[in-house]
């Protein structure tokens, strides 16, 4: 099957292209948002190859996976035809929640794919159809040492999505733990910091801290989370959206209680040997919920409907 999908999640995206298809990815010039062809920080299968814009006419497109809606009529100028496609919503919604209204949710043709149940639960969705294809991740394998007694943070954007991020009670909880935060253009936060390093140099730094702070209060839910937990290290995480059902109790503390995360972090900081059986289970908990064939066997099936 010919897969034409756009490079907007590299984490999502690094897991969907490991199946057995092709992969299109638009290629525009300067790489900007509408086509940025191929990750530069993930290492992809030849599979996914890049496309200029303006020969996606030219190529034999069996199914369309949007990510954002102008994506559909992109497609069908790009393409010159009418093409079978689907759409992955990555996001919780925003605004008045209980009331926000998917942007396809007054048609029937194209299902809506949510990314996690709480997802599917909050959008409204209309009358379109729709399905939960809960994430799926490559295993970068038990990585976990712990030896710096250090919490690990990955966000990107931090200044700009403070609230949804969290990261304005980063301060709050350094005052507990120091804290490392990975990610796109995170410099300006005063810890250390380590910005934009390829995929599997950031897991690997990841994996020498002692724990996993996850301070999202608005996310579907963050694949940083999952890898973490893939990486062998127990997780602290904000009791919001859809992270109460990927973290069992044993794989460490979630709480909306500020005091009681901060006090989490503190004592797996000083206890290496309760950090790793955490970060055991939260390995264990991962791979069983999050593992690639499952995922990819899930896109399968739908895409095989379509």
């Known amino acids: 099957m010919r897969i034409l999908i756009w490079h907007v999640h590299g984490s999502w995206t690094s897991a969907f292209i490991q199946g057995s298809h092709e992969y299109l990815l638009p290629l525009v010039p300067g790489r900007g948002p509408d086509g940025?062809?191929?990750?530069?920080?993930?290492?992809w299968p030849d599979r996914a190859r890049e496309v200029p814009w303006d020969r996606l006419r030219d190529e034999p497109v069996d199914v369309v996976v949007h990510q954002r809606p102008h994506e559909l009529d992109l497609a069908r100028e790009w393409l010159g035809r009418d093409v079978p496609g689907v759409y992955v919503e990555h996001n919780a919604p925003a605004g008045?929640?209980?009331r926000t209204r998917h942007p396809l949710a007054d048609q029937s043709d194209v299902t809506i794919v949510h990314v996690t149940h709480f997802n599917e639960l909050f959008w409204d969705n209309g009358r379109a159809p729709t399905r939960v294809i809960e994430h799926g991740i490559p295993d970068p394998g038990h990585l976990y040492t712990g030896e710096l007694p250090r919490a690990g943070v990955v966000v990107n954007e931090p200044v700009r999505r403070t609230r949804v991020a969290g990261t304005d009670l980063l301060p709050r909880f350094a005052e507990r733990v120091p804290l490392d935060v990975f990610g796109m253009k995170v410099a300006e936060l005063p810890y250390g910091t380590y910005e934009d390093l390829p995929q599997h140099v950031m897991h690997a730094e990841l994996a020498r801290r002692r724990v996993y702070l996850h301070p999202y209060r608005w996310?579907?839910?963050?694949?940083?989370?999952?890898?973490a937990m893939t990486l062998g290290m127990p997780v602290v995480a904000l009791a919001a959206t859809e992270?109460?059902?990927?973290?069992?109790?044993?794989?460490?503390?979630?709480?909306t209680k500020v005091h009681v995360l901060a006090d989490a972090l503190h004592a797996f900081a000083r206890d290496p040997e309760s950090a790793a059986q955490a970060g055991k289970a939260a390995r264990a908990a991962a791979l069983s919920r999050h593992g690639l064939r499952r995922f990819l066997d899930d896109w399968d099936d739908l895409l095989s409907e379509v």
């Open 36 to 43: 940025r062809g191929r990750a530069a920080t993930y290492d």
């Open 243 to 255: 992270a109460i059902e990927a973290v069992p109790p044993e794989a460490g503390v979630l709480s």
């Open 96 to 98: 008045d929640v209980p």
């Open 219 to 227: 996310t579907s839910l963050g694949l940083a989370l999952i890898e």
